[in-house]
Nanobody, 116 residues
Framework: QVQLVESGGGLVQPGGSLRLSCAASGFTFSMYTMKWYRQAPGKERELVASITTTGGSGNYADSVKGRFTISRDNVKNTVYLQMNSLKPEDTAVYYC?????????WGQGTQVTVSS
């Protein structure tokens, strides 16, 4: 079955960096677009970034453009989210997502807290 396992979250000061990872299994990873979403307390889940099957520049929410970079390793079946210049408003649970065989799949999420 499809499994997505996020890691790499934590507490970081404003201006700091984190790299999130999402290890995927149960499907042919290299054939699917991968996405990162986030959900802050009391807010709806929002799309942060997406990357197509072969990689490339990715697509980003306006709020993270120039600060976040999505990438993938089709050998390791892993998608990454490099987050730089973090702000308190980036505090959220970050989720990996894929649409496979007419269903959406989510990981368990990883908490990112940006605070001094």
């Amino acid at each position: 079955q499809v499994q997505l396992v996020e890691s790499g979250g934590g507490l970081v000061q404003p201006g700091g960096s984190l790299r999130l990872s999402c290890a995927a299994s149960g499907f042919t990873f290299s054939m699917y677009t991968m996405k990162w979403y986030r959900q802050a307390p009391g807010k709806e889940r929002e799309l942060v970034a997406s990357i197509t099957t072969t990689g490339g520049s990715g697509n980003y929410a306006d709020s993270v453009k120039g600060r976040f970079t999505i990438s993938r390793d089709n050998v390791k079946n892993t998608v990454y989210l490099q987050m730089n210049s973090l702000k308190p408003e980036d505090t959220a649970v970050y989720y990996c997502n894929v649409f496979v065989r007419y269903s959406f799949y989510w990981g368990q999420g990883t908490q990112v807290t940006v605070s001094s």
